[in-house]
């Protein structure tokens, strides 16, 4: 089955260690994303990639790091330089099929938690 | 920088329509509308997208005005199932594949 994965579906890590979360699709698409939702909050854009080896800012990406070495790949590294790191976490990925046609597909999320 | 407003909250009882609206009135005039939906601690779902023209599939109908400056999404017979938010999304600026996601609108569907 085509998907997004990430993994794992819950993450701790004590404040000050930095940690990585993995999002994998098997949907050849182009274009990837990471966003971040906090408590009864909408998603807020963190980093997105629309070809591997390039990504770009999103609105709160400070405390936040991405690499995009292959397409089926976009982990997102939170930093110890996040200020409030706790949040649940969405990856999605989408292929342009026209200039203004993106229908964005989503993974299941990774709750973190710093303890 | 939200380019798109929605109720806060709405209730449906099950069995009945639930009518969703969406302000978008800085829309551009090739820019899709998109709808999506998130039960509780779950990832969004993609639900349907429009542009000028009223579209229908399995899930939902979407209604945009003539203007483009809002939309309606419809579930026709709503469930205890379709409790979730429901976003409206419309790509900011051209080009690019950023999208802003506001707080969306909390439907409860009611027994």
């Known amino acids: 089955d085509g998907g997004i994965t990430q993994s794992p579906k819950y993450l701790f890590r004590k404040e000050g260690q930095n940690v990585t979360l993995s999002c994998e699709q098997n949907?050849?698409?182009?274009?990837m994303y990471w966003y971040r939702q906090d408590p009864g909050q909408g998603l807020r854009l963190i980093y997105y990639?629309?070809?591997?080896?390039?990504?770009q800012k999103g609105d709160i990406a400070e405390g936040y790091s991405v690499s995009r070495e292959k397409k089926e790949s976009f982990p997102l590294t939170v930093t110890s330089a996040q200020k409030n790191p706790t949040a649940f976490y969405l990856c999605?990925?989408?292929?342009?099929?026209?200039?203004?046609?993106?229908?964005?597909?989503f993974g299941p999320g990774t709750r973190l938690t710093v303890l | 920088d939200a380019k798109t407003t929605q109720p806060p909250s709405m209730d449906c009882a099950e069995g009945r329509a639930a009518n969703l609206p969406c302000n978008h009135s800085t829309i551009s005039g090739n820019e899709y509308v998109y709808w999506y939906r998130q039960i509780h601690s779950q990832g969004p779902q993609y639900i349907i997208h429009?542009?000028?023209n009223n579209e229908t599939n399995e899930m939902a109908s979407l209604i945009i005005t003539e203007d483009r400056k809002s939309s309606t999404l419809i579930l026709p017979h709503a469930t205890l199932r379709d409790t979730a938010v429901y976003y409206c999304?419309?790509?900011?600026?051209?080009?690019?594949?950023?999208?802003?996601f506001g707080t969306g609108t909390r439907l409860k569907v009611l027994a």
């Open positions: 949907l050849n698409h182009d274009a």
């Open positions: 429009g542009l000028k």
């Open positions: 999605a990925s989408s292929t342009p099929r026209g200039r203004n046609y993106n229908e964005q597909f």
């Open positions: 990639s629309q070809i591997v080896n390039d990504f």
């Open positions: 999304i419309v790509r900011v600026g051209s080009g690019t594949y950023k999208y802003i």
